[in-house]
């Protein structure tokens, strides 16, 4: 069968920016206000961050079979933003009628989940069994629609790597980094040895990929905190301060700059879970020399995917729920994987030829389906996400770019988020 290719698609750039369907007179940013009208008609909103795929021509789609639905997407720049409106507004006012909520805090609205509209039954048993079950709160009630998942591969620049006398085709590099995170990063000393420039985008994804492949990283289901004691976290830490930061372009991602380098040369690969795709072509639309190496450091790890969430309070609940039921059905799964990368977490999705025979004609018709099928298998731990998990996470990065910045040497900057972890 003929692969379908991704469309490339452009990464937000504008804190909730409104989508060209967004109607005229609709508030951004509120889930309820003027939700219906007296002829029936009902205004849903749909808030979600970065890019999941569910551009104009989808929404239209609903809208088409339900001509008396309209749909507002709120589109958050960065999961931070996302998160900040979320828990101001949770149980209150003002949240939208679907809520996208990332799996890096997702434990974190957890907490709520009595504020949170159940999934309906017959859209249970829809997605791998442990997206399911972290959200499936104690009283045995599922709250969250899941989305997508993020096994991860690693994309390059196989132009760069060439001129760099490196393994260049996706075969090669994938030989190249299979093994531990050292091996990793010899190739990337290699790289900067033959360039002076760093291979790697930034010192925190490299930090981030470690961390998905720590089974306990921050605390234990019992409550136990190890976020300084876990020698497993902080080999990690310094793993990164010592051998990814030389080799790093940028401390973290998303600034602008961030976004440029992507076509501009400044690194030459990036960890790569399949939502990446869209923003690397979205980014780089001219570039060809992205490719994409069915391998990852250390084995397999995921990061990111996300839910929808249905606000209990909101005006326009059973509405919400047929919405996100719709949105993360297998049908429309097929379709964001198609439009962005998302891989499915529907499984029936998995399995579809739309993904298992699908290339991506960006990244040189690499077999994506088949390499992240291939990227999800290899997944052997799913980190322990306590509610606790985000700001955990938030304050080792922050260490972490201490010290890319010059602001403070390694030990130090240890020691300042041990001092941080101690005041939580």
Request: glycine share 8%.
């Given at each position: 069968m003929n692969a379908r290719a991704f469309r490339r698609s452009a990464v937000a750039i504008a804190a909730f920016s409104a989508s060209a369907i967004v109607l005229a007179g609709c508030?951004?940013?509120?889930?309820?206000?003027?939700?219906?009208?007296?002829?029936?008609?009902?205004?849903?909103?749909?808030?979600?961050?970065?890019?999941?795929?569910?551009?104009?021509?989808?929404?239209?789609?609903?809208?088409?079979?339900?001509?008396?639905?309209?749909?507002?997407?709120?589109?958050?720049?960065?999961?931070?933003?996302?998160?900040?409106?979320?828990?101001?507004?949770?149980?209150?006012?003002?949240?939208?009628?679907?809520?996208?909520?990332?799996?890096?805090?997702?434990?974190?609205?957890?907490?709520?989940?009595?504020?949170?509209?159940?999934?309906?039954?017959?859209?249970?048993?829809?997605?791998?069994?442990?997206?399911?079950?972290?959200?499936?709160?104690?009283?045995?009630?599922?709250?969250?629609?899941?989305?997508?998942?993020?096994?991860?591969?690693?994309?390059?620049?196989?132009?760069?790597?060439?001129?760099?006398?490196?393994?260049?085709?996706?075969?090669?590099?994938?030989?190249?980094?299979?093994?531990?995170?050292?091996?990793?990063?010899?190739?990337?000393?290699?790289?900067?040895?033959?360039?002076?420039?760093?291979?790697?985008?930034?010192?925190?994804?490299?930090?981030?990929?470690?961390?998905?492949?720590?089974?306990?990283?921050?605390?234990?289901?019992?409550?136990?905190?190890v976020a300084t004691s876990n020698p497993e976290l902080e080999d990690a830490y310094n793993l990164v301060v010592e051998r990814g930061i030389p080799n790093s372009a940028y401390s973290g991602q998303w600034s602008d700059d961030w976004n440029a380098s992507m076509a501009n040369g400044e690194f030459a690969a990036m960890l790569c879970p399949p939502w990446m795709l869209g923003i690397i072509s979205g980014n780089a639309p001219e570039v060809t020399g992205w490719e994409i190496a069915n391998a990852f450091p250390n084995g397999g790890?995921?990061?990111?995917?996300?839910?929808?969430?249905?606000?209990?309070?909101?005006?326009?609940?059973?509405?919400?729920?047929?919405?996100?039921?719709?949105?993360?059905?297998?049908?429309?799964?097929?379709?964001?994987?198609?439009?962005?990368?998302?891989?499915?977490?529907?499984?029936d999705a998995q399995a579809a030829p739309s993904i298992t025979d699908s290339t991506n004609e960006y990244f040189a018709d690499a077999p994506t389906g088949s390499i992240f099928a291939d990227r999800s298998e290899a997944i052997t731990v799913t980190p322990y996400k306590s509610a606790d998990y985000f700001k955990y996470n938030t304050a080792l990065q922050d260490a972490i770019t201490r010290v890319f910045d010059g602001v403070e040497d390694a030990q130090t900057s240890w020691d300042t988020y041990v001092a941080e972890v101690e005041a939580f």
């Open positions: 508030a951004s940013g509120s889930g309820n206000d003027d939700a219906g009208s007296e002829d029936g008609e009902i205004t849903l909103t749909l808030a979600t961050f970065n890019d999941f795929g569910y551009d104009d021509e989808l929404l239209q789609e609903y809208m088409d079979e339900n001509p008396n639905v309209k749909i507002v997407h709120n589109k958050a720049a960065i999961t931070d933003d996302a998160r900040s409106n979320f828990f101001a507004k949770l149980g209150k006012e003002g949240l939208a009628d679907i809520e996208a909520v990332e799996v890096d805090w997702f434990a974190e609205a957890m907490q709520y989940s009595d504020l949170l509209a159940e999934v309906p039954d017959s859209a249970k048993g829809r997605w791998v069994d442990w997206k399911e079950e972290a959200a499936t709160d104690a009283d045995g009630r599922l709250v969250g629609f899941g989305t997508d998942i993020g096994p991860q591969a690693v994309c390059y620049r196989a132009d760069l790597f060439a001129a760099a006398g490196l393994p260049s085709t996706p075969d090669e590099v994938a030989s190249a980094i299979d093994g531990d995170w050292d091996t990793f990063f010899d190739l990337a000393d290699q790289y900067k040895a033959a360039t002076g420039k760093p291979m790697l985008d930034s010192a925190n994804s490299a930090f981030q990929g470690i961390v998905n492949q720590i089974e306990f990283p921050y605390d234990e289901p019992d409550g136990t905190v790890g995921n990061w990111g995917g996300s839910y929808l969430t249905v606000p209990a309070n909101g005006k326009n609940v059973e509405a919400a729920l047929a919405l996100a039921d719709w949105l993360t059905a297998p049908e429309q799964q097929e379709k964001t994987f198609v439009n962005v990368g998302a891989f499915p977490s529907a499984v």
